[in-house]
Each structure stands twice: as C-alpha cells, then as structure tokens.
C-alpha cells in the first residue's frame, strides 16, 4: 500500500502495527515505509493515532502487535536511549536548569564523547538553527520559536538516522508558522535526514512533505505525495480532509454517471459510485467546450477567500455544488456550469470505523 | 475591585490576632531574655546581658545545643536517605496505586506524635518487644540495653515521626516535573539512571532543600522525644527550657535560650529558602 | 502531546529496588503502629514477645475510666473551639493575601506560618510569657487560645490554594447584579469554598485533638486527652495507654482518609503538604 518513492532505499519499515489503550483501539494494522531522506508528514485529525504510531517509533510506547524494523535492526524491541531515532517534542521539552548549549549538548554528553568534538558539533548545530547569540541563555529566557530551534538542534546534533517532530509548529503564531515550514523544509534538504512530521493541518503537510500519510481513526486512508494525494484521492473522506470538493453520488450504467440532472461520460463499471469534483474544476460553460457536463443553476452565496471565492450554487433536484471563481468575475445569479468528466474522480466510500 | 471596607474587614482581623498572639509574644520573650531572675523566684525586670554571658560561658548549653545539632542532623540524613527514595518511587514508578501510597504516606502525619513515640518506647525497652523478640528466636542473649534512653532512640523515633514530612516537598517537587523531559532525555541517549541523575534530581533540589529543613528545624527543638526515650544522655536543647520554665525557674533563662533557638532557626528558615529560590527553574 | 492522541498514560516502569525499599520504609512507618495495636490485646503488658493471653480487658478498663472520659471531652472542646477560631481568623487572612496589598504583608504571612514549622515549644512558650502577663488564668481557654492561633495558618493555606481556583469573574457577576460585598462572600465565596473549608475543618480538629507541645505549656487544671496520656506515661505503662492510641490511631486514620477524599473531589490532583509547608504565594492585587 505504501512503497517508497523511486529510487530511495527504505530505512524504517512499520509492519502491522496495533495499539490498544485498555479497551480503546487506538491504531489497528498500520504498515508502512519511510524512504532515507524524505520527508514524511502523517497527518490526521486529533484522535486519528498519529502521536501514538509516532510514540512507538520513537520508543515511547509499545505496540500491543505488529513491528518495526530498520535496517536489519529490530527497532521496537530496543529502549528508547538505544535508538537512532530524536524526537521534537510539541511543547520542545528543553530542560530548564541547563543552558541552550547545555541542552544541545546534551544527548552528546551522555554518549560521553570529547569536549572537542561537543563543542564543535554543538556550535555548528546552533549556528544551523541561528541560535549562536542566545547559547548561554537559559529556555526561560528565549521565546517559544527560539525554544523550538533549540529542540531541533539538539536533536539534529545527535545525527540520528531519523527525525520524528511532534506538531512543532502548533504553537506558534500563523505568521511565524510558515516562515518555519520554509526553514524547516529547507534543513531538511540541508542535512538530509529522513523527517517524520507529525500535524493535523493539510496545508502544512501539502507544503512541507515529500509524501504524505493521511491516517484516520487508526487506519492509513492514503499514501502518496501532495500532488497525487490532492488530485487522486483514494476515498470520501481524503477528498474532503484535503482541500475542498464536491462530493457526488451517482449511478454508472453503461458508461454514464448519472447525478440528479448531472451526467457525464465515465470509464468505471456499472453500479453507485462516489465521485470527487475539485471546486476549480468547475467553471461558467462556454459554447467552445466539447464532451463537458452541463448544469444549470442559482448562485447562493459567495465567500470571499482573496484571490479568488469559492462560490455556492444550487441547482436542479437540490444538489448544492461549490465553484472557485476569481473574485467579482461571477455576478449574474443565474448561471450555467460546466466541468470535464476527466476531472471527476472516482473514490471509495470511508464508513465510519468504531 | 473590592471596596476600601472589605478591605479592611479583611485585614485588620487577622492581623491584629497574629499581632498580639505570635508577634507580642516573641516580643516579650525578647525582653524577658534581658531580665533576671531573684533568689525569691520573681522576675527583675532590670536589663542585662547577664544570661547570654551565662550561655556563651557554661559548657553544659554549648554541650547539649551541639548534641541537639547533631541529633538533629542525623535525623535530616536518614529522613532523605528513606524518604527520597520512596518520593521517586511514589512519583515516577507507582502506577495505579499512586492515590493509595500517598494516602499511606499521609495518614503517619496526622497521627498523634504521642502514639508514635509511644510505640517506639513500648517497642525499645529491655522488657520491649524487640528485645523480647530476640531472645526468644535466640538472636541474643539478654537484653539490649542502648536501644532505650539513649541518643539512638530519639534519633530512630523522631527520624520515624519526621520522615513523612521530608516526603512530601520532596514528592511534590517531583510531581512538578514534566514528563516529557524525562522522555526527551531517553530519546537522547540517556539510560534511566543518567537520566536521573542530570535531569530528574537537579530539578528537584527545591522539595530536598524544604524536606531537609523540616527535619532538622522540629527535631532540634523536639522535646518529648528526649523526655519519653532519652535519658540522661539524650537531654536536648529543648530540655533544658522545659526544665528552666519549670523545676529549675529560670524564665529569663530558658527565654534567652528559646530567643536563641528562634533566631536559629529563622536563620535556617531563609537560608532554606535562598537555597529553593537558585535551584528552582520555573 | 496531544491529548487526544494520548491521553493514555504510559504504563509506569518497573523498578524492584525502589519497590522494595518503598515497602521497608512503609514497614518502618507502620510496624511500631501495628506493634502497638496489638498490643493493646496482650494480657502481660505492653513488652515481652511473644503476646500471650488475647483479650479485650484494656478496653473495657479505657472506657470506665473517667479521667480519659474527661479528658476526651475537654479535647473536644478545644478543638472545636480551635477550629472556629482558626476558620474565623484564617479565611480573611486568606483572602486579605490573595487580594490586598498592605504594609507589612510578607511579614504577616511568614508570621502565620511559623508556627507551622517552629518547633511548639517557642510557641507554648512564648504565648505563656504572654499570659502570664494577663490576669488570665492557665487552663482550657489558654490551650484553646493557643491552638486556635497555631492553627490559623492550616485554614489560611487550604482556604488559600481554594481561592487560586476560584473564578474571580463569579464575584464580579455577582457585584455586578446589585449583591453588597458581605453579601456576595456568604452566597458566592463562601460556597466555592466548601471543600477547602471542610477540609481545613477537618485537619484543624485533628491536629488539636493531637496536640501536645504546645498544649504542655498552656496546661491549667484540666487535662486534654494527650496530656492525660502524657501523665500517666510518667507514673507507669499499661496496656489501657495502647488501647487509647489505637483508637486515636482509628480516629486519625478515619478522618484523614475522609480528608483526602474531599480534597480529591475539589480539585484535580491532590497537592497535599505543599501549599501546607510553603508560604502562599504572591499574585498581583
């Protein structure tokens, strides 16, 4: 379900992994590859079990069954401290009676290496994270961005062969949010080391990831990169969890999905089918258009999202579609739409899960 | 937000009761330390520094306050020794039962001081339990007789009474530690012990420093032990005032001695909490 | 963490030496109690092992002997009377520290809390050269003076810690809707802080049911059950002094448990002990 991208050897292998808290299931069968040097956003909504799956592959938690492996090396088996795996804790976890240096320092100490070296590596590390001023200060001191750079170099310090980063950007403000998606993406590039990044915000994950894991309610929805996962969604609720769309249900015969009043020409077999229609897939028809499905309808509302709106329109047998449409360029109430029957894309249907 | 009234009404009460019963009082034994005491057993109120003198010169006061200090300083050592310990354990390793070995820990609290230093009497004898046990599994012979009215005894007891005043600063400052540094520190590298010993302790020096001082601040000027369990040789500081506003009637006396003890152990009180302030990084 | 995510704490660690020592100094805490207690149903005294003869006999002397039924009732006057003292003076102090910025507040709350921590012979001590000094007399209003003001400091924290959880705007709602000041504490302060008030009640009662070092100096005529102890522990020991303490020992235990439960009930996790053992802190009026 999940093989890494081309050309990329695996270095973390999750093989069935199952989690249950008392009676709560929590992850139920997740298995997964994580390519050397990618960069691998799970994403899912709260509850979903990415922090626990991210737990275990630190360390933190057992599965309750499955494996991970990397390399040759049986991971899950091994405590914590014997992993080669560092962690960026969502509220950065710095220890507050050690110094920025200190707390870089840290796991480096502990592996009692050379002062020379610690020194060395410690001060490149702060000097990649832009910290070299503050290396003396205390965390009560420096604000919650600075802590977060500090997180990320005393784990990146350590070399680890992976890094797993816990909603580290949920605390900050929006602005510098996504100066640090920016800087965060691009020290990837810079050491690469494979990242797997943990959030519930799509945006984020559809900027920063070179794949995305889309995980719902234990289970992984989807597996692919950003381009792929926005415009072949594997089900319903992949197609409404990233971006917007237009769910429509219809009944296929003979080649011919059938909507309400909707029809359009379609590849897939007889029988109900769920398709996804990506709001900037619609558009006012035009009489140039060949082979496009047509609709008529009233403009209920439009919202205003800067560039362009997104734009609400009910037409025949009650079906409310949403249309993006440069903003003010749609000012008449009635209108005509129209989309290519490529554009609809067919999804499996997400039942709800226990 | 509160008017000038409630603000009155809220203050004046408490402050006038603590005025005149805990700072008029010390007041007076301040002065009652200046004064002096008549063949006839009344008091002169004419000012000296007579019983200072007296203090600084007789060896029998230096002797005891010392002894006191170091009984005292025995029962701070073994109080952390036992109760640090069973703090982390209770903090970090009890699991499910954490609500229950708290209660356990605070129930020897609020028992009477007396039952407990009762039992240790009853327990200590040459005719005691212990003693009695012995010899009837044949461990000895006779009896030991160091284990009552002694030093030891007073140590044992008072580390017994004390100890679960020492666990819980110690507890609580544990608790206040967040978890994920410990997990940050294992995904580091670092087995559970170093982990202990730069993260999990350093941080909890404040709860020490307020546990230790409990210890040694109410056993120094612990009485009833000594009286009930010491004997001769274990005669503290305290003693000596008990004797002094009692049999021996010397009130200027045993207030210079208690102003002593006082200023003591304030000093201890702020150097404590100088202590908890640098080591504390929240 | 997110708490959904996790909100499943970890399974604890395991460590047997911690556990084993945990259980020692838990043996070393209880044992002597236990010993005591099982005493109290030895026919031969209160030494020699192993206990021969079960029987009930202390007990039945205990409860005809008068002198302890005295004392017990005068205890439970000065306690009560402790309690209303040390609640009467400790809430205001309470809220004057939670609220109001005076001269000489940190001398005030490190005043109110020294008995705490100051061994009880200053304190007895001190508060004799204080009555000595007044035409009143040493007896049971002296002890109860004397617990009432020791004590003040176990009201003012647990009231205390109760008003850091207090929701100031409920106040401010109720002053708002026309309620006088005096109004709004007795129908909105005072109800928030019912467990808290409960609860330093109850500690309050206990320790002065217990108290002896301080209560040695104020001593008039009239006994409180531990000085009636105290006494008799110097003329001679029988096994009726062991039935005693394991009943104050059932006594303690009950009422503590019941304590902790209430504290359990009024706030998320007990921090027993710290608020007692250090001073309140300031926050900004």
Redesign the interface.
Known sequence: MSPTPAQKPTLLSIRNIAKT??R?V?LRDVSLEIAEGEFLTILGE???????LL?II????TATSGEVWMGADRLDQQ????RR???V???Y?????LTVEQNVA??LR??KRPNAEVEQRVAEALEKVKMTAHAKK?P?RISGGQQQRVALA??LV?RPNLLLL??PLSALDANLRRQMQVELKSLQREVGIAFVFVT?DQEEAMVMSDRIALLRSGELEQVATPREIYSRPATAYVAQFIGHTNLLRAEVRNGVARCGALSWQTSITDGPALFSLRPEHLRPSSVASNGAARIKGKVLQQAFHGATSLVRVECADGLVLVMRASSGGLTAQDVELEFSPADAVPVRESPERA | MFSRAYKTAVTVPPLAWVAVFLLFPYALMFCYSFWSVTPAQTILHSWSLDNYKELFQKSVYWQTLLRSMWIATRVMLFSLLLGYPLAYFLSFYSGKRKDLLYQMVIIPLWVSYLVRAYAWKTILGSDGVLNTLLQYVHLTSHPMDFLLYSPFAVVLTVTHIYTPFTILPIYASLEHIPRNLVEASHDLGATPAQTFWKVIFPLSIPGVVAGATFAFVLSLGDFLAPLLLGGPSGIMISNIVVSLFGAAYNWPLGAAISLGMLVIVISLLFLSERLEKRWSFS | MTLADSQQRPTAPRSTWLALHASAVFGFLYLPIAVLILYSFNGQGVGGFPPHHLTLDWYRILFADAAIWDAVLNSLQVAFAAMVISLALGIPAALALDRVQFPGKALFRRLVLLPLILPGIITGLSLLMLFNLTIVKLSLLTITLGHGTALISVAATEVFAGLQKLDRAQEEASLDLGANYWQTFWRITVPNLKLPIIGAALLIFTLSMDEIAVSFFLIGRDNTLPLEIWGRLRRGITPEINAVSAIIFLFSLLTIVFWYRLRLRSQSAPDVGMELLDPPHETST
């Not at chain 1, 630190?58 to 938690?61: L, M, Q, V």
């Not at chain 1, 405590?79 to 014997?82: D, E, G, S």
């Not at chain 1, 976890?93 to 009676?97: E, G, R, V």
């Open positions: 808290f008392g709560n929590v709260s509850g979903s079990g990415k922090t626990t737990r630190a360390g933190f938690e405590p914590p401290y014997r795996v560092n962690t804790f969502q509220n976890a710095l220890f507050p009676h840290y796991g502990v592996a205390k009560s005393r784990a350590n816990d909603e519930h």
